[in-house]
């Protein structure tokens, strides 16, 4: 089944046709009208023999060559000189310049060459072209998306997120577990800061003194074991962030002291005792000499003693059985000794005990004479007794007396230890250990709720549970007092619970906290990395792709410049050869600019 292709002939003027032909399917509308056989390509293997001679002879590289290829090269041999001469029998003498023109002369036998051209015309009009549109289309379009995502603009907020995270936590982030592990160091700085603060604030001074008088006229009971509100914040304007065994000193002057003492008679015993050792040492090895020594003249002495001894049994055998008078021992007994069989009767302070009563005489015994103490009322009291100096005894021991003292006062720190959940270190400061440092912090927040409180009660005028009910000068502040109060602790408070501080605390009490934070700013970093990398690919791939769009570019314009000269050649030989020289214009769909 035949396709009809329909074309179009126009007039001009002056009896002169153009034939309008489609480009891309102008083979099909040749063979359909029979200008160009159906086996017009029977003669190609022969055309290409005839151009692999030609090349052969004329010394020319072998390619690929179109009917307009040989007859620009035939031509060339022709305007040679001596290549346009023939023989007598029409043929050119030159042998190159007929080689070619037998190749051109096969190419038109059967329209070949329009049929070879044609084919050419409609492939890049239909395919090379098309395709190469696309792609420089798609590469365009691939560049335009790739230099549209957000890499850049990625890694940027990578960088932001990662330096405000080592801001916030007070690292530069070059050596991440080593920066955070030194930390805690700057905890103590901070406190000794605050601490001071406190104590030369006359704002928390006052305030603390308001809120002493207001729970003494209210008449609020304190804790068990607590004769002042707010002891530690007390202790700290006093005596500052000491270390703990400082705190110990101040609060327990005299157990540190018999402390001490202890510490000083433990080492005096303990080098007694190494020089002891070291005399019975000696001594020994010299004993074990003296009885070596003496062995010798024991055994000689104890064949005499035997002998001896049987001697003096033999005497004193002779005195028993002998006339000597019987020897007795005056045991201290009186003559008025209790008969056999009878009980004996104890006297107790001139009265007499019947044993065979069954019934004890209580008196008027009762549970009413009997007085119920509480023992949590009593409180120990531990008396340090001055030594005289000889606490030992001849043995080198610590005397009773001083082995009591000891153990009440071990007791005594004992019981300061199991106030606490954490074991104490002596050279930490208070608001290091935190036990304390959690005192210390609920002591600020109980002293800035009440003032806050006190605050709104004053904005609060005539309240009936107000403040100005107690009527007494101690209590007796403004409003703008009260604020400057409350912000004075407020301020305080920021320093000691902001997220710096508090994940500093974290690290210091925990490894896991600081793997855990060590991983999070890895996973920052890793992120940089990954968004670095991402855009080094994404740059490589945009200038792959200009290099591929430039490469279509120049292909497409290769093959636009190929195909006008082709369209030029074939519309001259379709109207030479096919048309009587009638004016062809062939179609094309698409501009080849």
Request: with cysteine.
């Amino acid at each position: 089944m035949t396709t009809r292709i329909k074309t179009k002939a126009i007039n001009v003027g002056n009896d002169q046709e153009i034939i309008d032909v489609p480009g891309n399917k102008l083979l099909e509308w040749l063979t359909d009208r029979k200008k160009i056989p159906q086996h017009w390509k029977r003669s190609q293997v022969n055309i290409l023999k005839l151009i692999d001679n030609a090349c052969e002879v004329s010394s020319i590289e072998k390619k690929e060559y179109n009917y307009y290829d040989c007859q620009r090269i035939f031509k060339e041999f022709e305007s040679a000189p001596g290549g346009n001469s023939t023989t007598l029998f029409g043929a050119y003498s030159n042998v190159n310049t007929q080689k070619w023109f037998d190749v051109i002369k096969a190419y038109e036998k059967d329209n070949y060459h329009i049929g070879e051209s044609c084919q050419i015309l409609s492939h890049n009009l239909n395919y090379e072209i098309p395709n190469l549109k696309k792609t420089i289309e798609k590469s365009i379009k691939t560049i335009e998306e790739d230099q549209k995502k957000p890499f850049l603009k990625n890694k940027t907020t990578a960088i932001t997120t990662f330096k405000k995270a080592c801001n916030d936590l007070g690292i530069k982030g070059d050596r991440i577990r080593e920066e955070i592990i030194e930390l805690p160091l700057q905890l103590t700085p901070l406190f000794n800061e605050v601490v001071d603060s406190i104590s030369s604030n006359i704002s928390v001074s006052n305030a603390i003194e308001f809120y002493t008088n207001f729970l003494r006229l209210t008449k609020v009971e304190l804790g068990e074991g607590c004769k002042e509100p707010l002891p530690l914040l007390l202790f700290l304007i006093k005596n500052g962030n000491v270390t703990m065994k400082e705190r110990e000193k101040i609060l327990n002057p005299q157990a540190i002291e018999l402390n001490e003492q202890i510490k000083d008679i433990n080492s005096d015993k303990n080098y007694n005792n190494n020089n002891n050792n070291n005399n019975n040492n000696n001594n020994n090895n010299n004993n074990n000499n003296n009885n070596n020594n003496n062995n010798n003249n024991n055994n000689n002495n104890n064949n005499n003693n035997n002998n001896n001894n049987n001697n003096d049994s033999n005497n004193s055998n002779l005195l028993n059985s002998g006339n000597q008078p019987n020897l007795e021992i005056d045991w201290c007994i009186t003559e008025d000794a209790v008969p056999i069989g009878e009980q004996p009767v104890i006297v107790w302070e001139d009265s007499e005990v019947d044993l065979n009563s069954q019934n004890i005489q209580w008196d008027d015994f009762s549970m009413d004479t009997i007085e119920i103490i509480d023992g949590s009322s009593i409180t120990p009291t531990i008396e340090l007794v001055e030594s005289s100096g000889n606490n030992e005894d001849n043995n080198g021991n610590i005397k009773d007396t001083d082995k009591i003292n000891i153990e009440k006062d071990g007791k005594q720190e004992q019981n300061q230890q199991d106030k606490f959940d954490e074991p104490i270190d002596p050279n930490e400061t208070i608001l290091e250990f935190r036990p304390l440092r959690n005192q210390f912090l609920d002591e600020l927040f109980e002293l800035e709720i009440f003032l806050n409180n006190r605050c709104l009660e004053m904005e609060k005028s005539n309240s009936m549970f107000g403040i100005d009910q107690l009527n007494d000068d101690s209590t007796d502040i403004s409003t703008s007092q009260c604020k400057e109060y409350l912000k004075s602790i407020s301020d305080i408070l920021i320093k000691l619970s902001n997220t710096r501080v508090r994940q500093i605390l974290e690290i210091k009490s925990s490894k896991k906290f600081v793997d855990r934070l060590v991983l999070q700013f890895t996973q920052k970093q890793q992120n940089i990395v990954k968004y670095t990398q991402l855009i080094i690919e994404n740059d490589q791939k945009i200038e792959d792709l200009n290099l591929a769009l430039g490469q279509s570019r120049n292909k497409i314009d290769q093959f636009n410049k190929e195909t006008k000269l082709l369209k030029s050649n074939l519309e001259q030989s379709i109207s030479n050869s096919l048309f009587d020289k009638k004016k062809i214009n062939i179609m094309i769909p698409f501009s080849l600019n």
